[in-house]
């Protein structure tokens, strides 16, 4: 019995031991941009664009989006994932000065050989808030396209989930309707099989992966 009893519990570790990561291939990639709070008007703000989860992909089309009118990006800095996948032979499409005047960042990636599997920080965007700004800010990941396509192989649509910014100006108030604080869904946030992820009070922003970013001096 006692042997019996040693083959179960080991079984139920090694059981345990494996959960997390089957919950992880499930998730997909999870997208995070860090919130911040109070700031002033004529201030300015970093907010930087994460990766982590596990997921495997050969094509990727995103966007970063924000409201020009009250936000304007006064910096932008390729951060580790980025640099990765520029040493190589991948394909890799920033584009965030033309776009500005529409509150857009757009990243294509293609990989042509190895997929990406990246995991860290991609770039880091400074914004400054404009005056006259009464309204609290969003800055919203949008996934177009996510998918794993080796050479010779189907196109299969990837799982991610996005985490966006939630960006508290000082003497402002919250938008009518709540923040689009990000989606659960497979190849792209246009699928029928996406999950909004519902907002909640602003004050309980865990899930948003915020964490106080560094204030710099207007530029």
């Known amino acids: 019995m006692k042997k019996i009893a040693t083959i179960f519990t080991a079984i139920l570790l090694a059981a345990?031991?494996?959960?997390?990561?089957?919950?992880?291939?499930?998730?997909?990639?999870v997208f995070t941009m860090n919130g911040t709070d109070n700031v002033p008007a004529g201030g300015t703000f970093d907010v930087t664009?994460?990766?982590?989860?596990?997921?495997?992909?050969?094509?990727?089309?995103?966007?970063?989006?924000?409201?020009?009118?009250?936000?304007?990006?006064?910096?932008?800095?390729?951060l580790d994932v980025m640099k990765n996948l520029r040493s190589g032979n991948n394909l890799v499409i920033l584009d965030y000065e033309t776009l500005a005047y529409q509150g857009k960042i757009k990243l294509g990636i293609g990989m042509p050989t190895d997929a990406m599997n990246a995991k860290g920080d991609i770039f880091k965007m400074t914004f400054k808030v404009k005056d006259g700004v009464s309204v609290n800010q969003q800055i919203v990941m949008i996934v177009n396209e996510f998918v794993n396509a080796p050479v010779g192989g189907?196109?299969?649509?990837?799982?991610?989930?996005?985490?966006?910014?939630?960006?508290?100006?000082?003497?402002?108030?919250?938008?009518?309707?709540?923040?689009?604080?990000?989606?659960?869904a497979v190849g792209d946030n246009k699928t029928a099989r996406r999950k909004r992820r519902p907002d909640r009070q602003h004050h309980a922003r865990t899930r948003c992966?915020?964490?106080?970013?560094?204030?710099h001096k207007t530029q």
């Open 154 to 184: 189907e196109s299969t649509p990837q799982a991610f989930t996005t985490h966006n910014a939630i960006i508290t100006i000082s003497g402002a108030k919250d938008p009518e309707g709540g923040f689009n604080r990000g989606e659960e």
């Open 16 to 29: 345990a031991m494996l959960l997390p990561q089957a919950m992880l291939a499930d998730q997909g990639a």
């Open 209 to 215: 992966g915020q964490h106080q970013s560094s204030r």
């Open 49 to 78: 664009l994460s990766v982590s989860g596990e997921y495997a992909i050969h094509a990727a089309h995103l966007s970063v989006e924000y409201d020009p009118n009250s936000l304007e990006l006064v910096g932008l800095e390729e």
